[in-house]
């Protein structure tokens, strides 16, 4: 069973979003750490930073989407042994992003790997394709308009408060086995104390 993959080359895919910026709590302190090979990417044909900051690392016009740029992407993607799929999505997979989880040479290369996948109905991408393992979540209420729609009355306040809560207990078990999924439930959910924590801590799974 795998004890720690934070050693693991690994790719990590965040678009930028301000809705989904308490989700770089999870992965900041690791990139800081300069005997660890990550790779960041914050969207596509934009944005590749190698960390630690080095002469190595540019910024990519979005612009441009020039074969220089696909290829970067891919030489890492392919290079990598885990991946770290951050943000919204959808049963299809992480927006914006949509082409890796629906080409076979991509899936293959996700199923070899290690991965983690935190965006809305990462299970049901999970259960359609099988093989995948890692950590991932179900629905996962992040802001004010999904609470309403599952009928939990909430405010900005408190998302802030579980969505951060969650990204601090998270970032303690990424690199782990799935050993740590009922510990991650159950301190995630009893520190928040809310119904919206509860229904995100029972939408987490893990297969490693």
């Known amino acids: 069973m795998l004890q720690n ?3 693991l080359k690994t790719l990590i895919v965040h678009p930028k979003d301000s809705s989904t910026t308490f989700l770089e709590d999870i992965y900041k302190y690791d ?4 005997n660890l090979d990550y790779t960041l ?3 596509w044909g934009y944005e590749i930073k190698k960390y630690p900051e080095s002469p190595m690392m540019r910024k990519l016009n979005i612009e441009s989407k020039n074969k220089d740029v696909v290829e970067e992407f891919e030489e890492n993607f392919f290079a990598s042994e885990r991946f770290i799929f951050l943000g919204h ?10 082409f890796i989880f629906s080409d076979p040479k991509y ?3 996700l199923k070899e790997s290690i991965c983690i996948f935190i965006w809305c109905n990462a299970d049901m ?3 359609s394709i099988g093989g995948i393992n890692g950590w991932y979540s179900g629905m996962f209420i992040s802001e004010v308009g999904e609470a309403a729609y599952y009928d939990i009355v909430t405010g ?3 998302i802030d408060i579980s969505n951060y809560t969650f990204s601090k207990y998270f970032r ?5 086995s799935g050993d740590n999924l009922e510990w991650l439930k159950t301190t995630y959910a009893k520190e928040c104390g809310c119904e919206m924590s509860k229904f995100n801590a029972e939408r987490l799974y893990c297969t490693i």
């Not at 999505?89 to 949509?98: D, H, N, Q, V």
């Not at 303690?172 to 782990?176: G, T």
Request: contains cysteine.
């Open 41 to 43: 990417c914050t969207k």
């Open 89 to 98: 999505g959808t049963p299809k997979g992480l927006i914006s992003y949509e």
């Open 156 to 158: 900005q306040r408190a």
């Open 5 to 7: 993959s934070k050693n």
């Open 107 to 109: 899936i293959k290369k």
């Open 31 to 34: 990139l800081a750490n300069p």
């Open 125 to 127: 991408y999970v259960d």
């Open 172 to 176: 303690e078990v990424y690199n782990k």
